[in-house]
Structures are given as C-alpha cells and as structure tokens.
C-alpha cells in the first residue's frame, strides 16, 4: 500500500517532467535504504549473481516473456527498449501491477520512480537490481497507458531455495 500512496502523492505533484523522462540508473540507488516488499527488495546490481536481458518492443511485449529465479537469488535486470516509443519494466505482484495500471490510465502524466522500476526511453536500456526473497509467481509490466492491457507483461517464478541443487 506504500507504494500506492508515494504513486498518488507524486501523481498530485506539479509535474516537473513527464513520466519517464527522468532516467535513473540502478547503481544510484541507495541501497542500505531499500524496504523489502512482498516480491523482493533492492539490491544492488554490482552484486548480482546473474543479469537478464529484457527485450520491449513496440508490439507489446517482453522478450523473454517469462523468466525462472531462485528465492535469494539477486538478479540485474537490463531492459531494452527496441522499439521507437517510451516503456518501461515494473516489478511487483499481479495485484500490485493491476492496481499501478489502473492509476496510470487516470494519471496518464503521473511520475512514478521506484527501485523495482526501470523506464526507458526509445532506444536505450534500463537496470533493476532486485533480490527475490520469496518463492512464487511474480509479474513485470510495462505501465505506460495501454501497454498493459495490451499484453506487455511477464512472469517471473521464484522457486524455493531448497530446490537450488537440483538439475535443470
Ligand atoms: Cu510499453
């Protein structure tokens, strides 16, 4: 729910720039500061044990559009932006992306900047430095009005750290 409100305050906010203009890379996270949230928490990608590359297209989609880790597991997340429009990569459960989309479709303006977020202009590529801490099933999605519900949205599965050993 924090982050709902920090998403509505900012959307009440004089607009300053517009959504996504402002890059922010994922190495200028204070990261001794991040809260855990119910999918992970920050973590810094200098120290990730594994970086995914994330395709976004104009058509829509993410490429891979599903990806498996493991509960503990820090990953760096670097989103490419192929297509000629702005996207974005947001992480966090299906309900926390239903509601965001929702709020972005009212606030279409809104300024939303957040560790578990990555937006990223045509072109260019964004990071996310995200520890997993617990085992299910996670989403990422592009925000952007429309974009969503048009199917630009991912799985992540987040597999219990007992199962580490076994064989692929
Ligand atoms: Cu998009």
Sequence with gaps: MRALFLVLGLALAPAVFAHGEKARSALAVDYSKAEPTPFGIAADPR???????????????????????????????????????????????????????????????????????????PGKAGDIGWRFTEPGTFMYGCLIPGHFEAGMVGTIHVTPSQAKGRKP
């Excluded at 297509?83 to 990569?89: D, T, W, Y």
């Design 47 to 121: 120290k990730a044990s594994r970086t995914i590359r994330v395709e976004m297209s104009d058509a829509m989609r993410f490429t891979p559009a599903e990806i498996t880790v493991r509960q503990g597991e820090a990953v760096r997340f670097v989103a490419a932006n192929k297509g000629k429009i702005l996207h974005e990569m947001v992480l966090g459960t299906r309900e926390d992306l239903e509601k965001h989309a929702e709020l972005m479709k009212k606030f279409p303006a809104m300024e939303h900047d957040e560790p578990h977020m990555t937006h990223v202009a």
